[in-house]
């Protein structure tokens, strides 16, 4: 009898401990991040990984070194370059997103740097009902209507499991035809490379535009490997446009285009440039002329802001400890990694469950974020409801970062930034 | 003067402007077309050389700019002549490894080659200078002529220094060329060649050199332009061959090929079509309209405006 009554102390003994242990015992979510961590990204991709560790580390400060949820987050790190190229590998890619498929523990898939990346890996982690976030991605096709049949696509099963905080390439288009109304533009003719990129950025720029009351005066595609714009850029001029928006890539007749603005006399006479991220490279001062060609006469956006150019309490927060912890600046994109990491921490709280039908569902529900660069949630897409973008100038020949501009910033012109 | 009238003469003028270079180079392919009938798809590169080694050339001086004085006088006229002597030696030297060896070959096997061989320059010039846009510093003093020099007020009548240096250049070279091929004795070889190959030489004429000689002319205009081209766009990259070539082809097919008189009027019209389609049309229609003239015109003119030396025949 007693050696029975000492079973069942035993058991409820033992039951009492399962019943607590759980809470203690923590089990693991895994989170995959796949981008190039080799070639001449490397860089890049390792300040990226870096950004997204710190976001980990930083939330478990915050919350007394408990993981969202109770849950203990692995980072694993994959990496998506090919070691013969360099560059990002589609094959690569498919193997990444599957491995966190086929890992039990893998609840997140984050990645890809390059929107052709994405692309691959998009239906594999939607047939399998995993959530996806990237760090970079600006191709609008990933997320809403852009070209052929997407962004259906890159969505075997329907729903909607890709999410991104930064702006694709479309938004720089409408917030660039903000920034030029509270730059005090009126009128503007828009110049294109019929190029998927060019025409996508120009046609949401003239669609803003309208919106906004900004006149249109005209519009041209024009030949990308044409040499000679001086006849369009003649009737330009005649049209009474004070401002050219050129929807090109640096090598797809933006370049001259300026170049012969200036030779035609069109900044002389104030009318100016602006143009899409295409252009912000630094060989653009020198092809166009140099320094008295290009200051004051350029306007350039970025779909992004660089860490750097970060002004809330947890964007300086985030670039004093990155720099103390890991010794060097932050890259660019940074700013993505850290806030998309964010986001994921938060989603896997807001689940409080390592699913992953529930983790989606969380992720897909972020309203009224506080990420580092604004407050934000996620659209029906998966595209962000608000983006901060950035606002270029050349000053002595480099570009420097003006203001922070936005689709609705015409509303306040608010451009202290 | 209304706006309205401002802008068609302006585009008039542009139009003019593009005739002007595209003429240079336009002479180059119907030249080396009416004597050995070969397309040399790579004479639109001889127009990106002159461009590129004139470049290297003012940036090797260290020569300041805008050009003045003694610069301006002497030098420029030099680099001009050394420019379109190097140009001139390069499409000699093309013809020799490239052409030359096929002159008896079937047709299609030379015109292969000159793809081939403009692929090369093409690649080549990528390697020499880079893949990008290359700016070309203005060594030619702009000035507003209206404005500046004659105290006008137009509203958009914009005429230059360098307009008047791209005239100032580029005719004269197209009624010297004229001149060569009308009056002097090596004109008149180069004629009898265009005419009939095996009877010149039965006459004595040293056929080989003959062709040796349209193409190092040929190449010297076409190196002409991309000088002149340097100095009044200020602009370019190792692609702008292809882009100028297709053109300049184009207005000599337009004008009659293998006639001199008819690439040079060619190269107007096609610069006229190209300004009033981007003003009254759109930037995206030029090219159509461009080549739908051609086509209408070749349906029923096969010989072009002018008239062809031979019958087109089909390559």
């Not at chain 1, 329907?158 to 509270?182: K, L």
């Not at chain 1, 104030?270 to 092809?287: R, S």
């Not at chain 2, 003003?279 to 096969?302: E, H, M, N, T």
């Amino acid at each position: 009898m007693s050696v029975k009554k000492l079973f069942v102390l035993l058991t409820v003994l033992m039951l009492a401990v399962l019943a607590i242990v759980p809470v203690s015992a923590q089990e693991t979510i895994k989170i995959y991040t796949s981008w190039p961590l080799q070639g001449s990204m490397q860089p890049e991709g390792e300040s990226m990984l870096d950004a997204a560790r710190l976001a980990l580390q930083h939330y478990l400060d915050d919350h007394d070194g408990v993981g969202p949820a109770g849950f203990n987050i692995e980072i694993v790190a994959t990496d998506d370059a090919s070691p013969t190229t360099g560059s990002w590998d589609g094959v690569i890619e498919a193997e990444n997103a599957q491995r966190c498929v086929n890992d039990a523990a893998c609840m997140v898939y984050f990645g890809t740097y390059n929107s052709g990346a994405a692309k691959v890996s998009m239906p594999i982690t939607n047939e399998a009902g995993i959530a996806q976030i990237t760090p970079a991605n600006t191709y609008p096709g990933l997320t809403h209507a852009w070209d052929a049949g997407e962004p259906e696509i890159y969505r075997p099963s329907g729903e909607v499991n890709y999410f991104r905080t930064n702006a694709s390439d479309d938004v720089q288009g409408f917030s660039a035809a903000a920034w030029a109304q509270c730059l005090g533009f009126t009128k503007v003719y828009i110049l294109d490379d019929r190029q998927l990129y060019g025409k996508g950025v120009a046609d949401a720029f003239a669609q803003r535009a309208e919106e906004i009351g900004l006149e249109v005066v005209g519009r041209d595609g024009v030949e990308s490997t044409d040499i000679d714009f001086r006849a369009l850029l003649t009737k330009v001029r005649a049209a009474g446009a004070d401002l050219v928006y050129g929807g090109f890539v640096i090598d797809s007749g933006g370049p001259q285009v300026i170049q012969q603005m200036d030779a035609l006399g069109l900044f002389g006479s104030d009318i100016k440039f602006m143009g899409p991220d295409g252009l912000v490279n630094p060989a653009l001062v020198e092809q166009v002329g140099g320094a008295d060609v290009t200051d004051g006469n350029i306007f350039l956006t970025f779909p992004g802001l660089t860490p750097q150019q970060l002004t809330s309490d947890s964007g300086v927060r985030f670039v004093a400890d990155f720099e103390e912890t890991y010794g060097y600046e932050p890259s660019p994109w940074s700013t993505y990694a850290y806030q998309s990491m964010q986001v994921i921490l938060n989603s896997i709280e807001r689940a409080g469950v390592n699913d992953r039908a529930a983790i989606l569902e969380a992720m897909r529900g972020l309203s009224e974020f506080e990420g580092v660069t604004g407050i934000f949630g996620f659209d029906e897409n998966g595209d962000p409801t608000i983006t901060a973008l950035g606002g270029n100038i050349v000053e002595m020949g480099e570009f420097v970062f003006s203001t922070e501009i936005s689709p609705t910033m015409n509303e306040s012109c608010d451009m202290g930034g | 003067m209304s706006l309205e009238l401002e802008l068609f003469i302006q585009q008039v003028f542009n139009g003019l402007t593009i005739g002007a270079y595209l003429g240079l180079i336009a002479l180059g392919y119907t030249m080396v077309y009416g004597i050995i009938e070969l397309i040399n798809f790579a004479h639109g590169d001889l127009f990106a050389f002159g461009f590129f080694i004139s470049l290297t050339i003012f940036t090797a001086l260290g020569i300041p700019r805008p050009l003045e004085g003694f610069n301006l006088i002497v030098v420029l006229p030099l680099i001009f002549v050394v420019t379109m002597l190097l140009s001139g030696g390069l499409n000699v030297l093309i013809d020799r490894v490239a052409y030359k060896p096929l002159r008896n070959a079937p047709r299609l096997a030379p015109l292969i080659t000159a793809v081939g061989m403009s692929f090369a320059l093409e690649a080549l010039f990528a390697i020499w200078q880079g893949p990008s846009q290359i700016n070309y510093p203005r060594y030619f003093p702009q000035i507003d002529i209206l404005r500046d020099w004659m105290g006008l007020e137009p509203q958009l009548l914009f005429i230059t220094t360098k307009d008047l240096f791209l005239f100032g250049v580029t005719i004269p070279l197209m009624v010297g060329l004229t001149l060569f091929v009308d009056r002097t004795k090596l004109g008149k070889a180069m004629r009898a060649a265009a005419q009939d190959r095996e009877a010149a030489s039965m006459v004595g004429i040293n056929v080989d050199r003959i062709i040796a000689t349209t193409f190092f002319v040929g190449g010297a205009l076409a190196g002409a332009a991309g000088l002149v081209w340097g100095l009044y766009i200020n602009s370019g990259r190792f692609l702008m061959g292809f882009e100028a070539g297709l053109m300049a082809f184009t207005a000599a097919v337009l004008g009659g090929i293998g006639n001199i008189r008819g690439a040079v009027l060619g190269a107007f019209i096609i610069g006229l079509l190209k300004a009033m389609g981007d003003q009254y049309i759109g930037g995206a229609w030029s090219r159509i309209i461009i080549f739908a003239v051609l086509i209408l015109l070749l349906v029923f003119r096969p010989s072009g405006i002018l008239g062809s030396t031979q019958s087109i025949e089909k390559v």
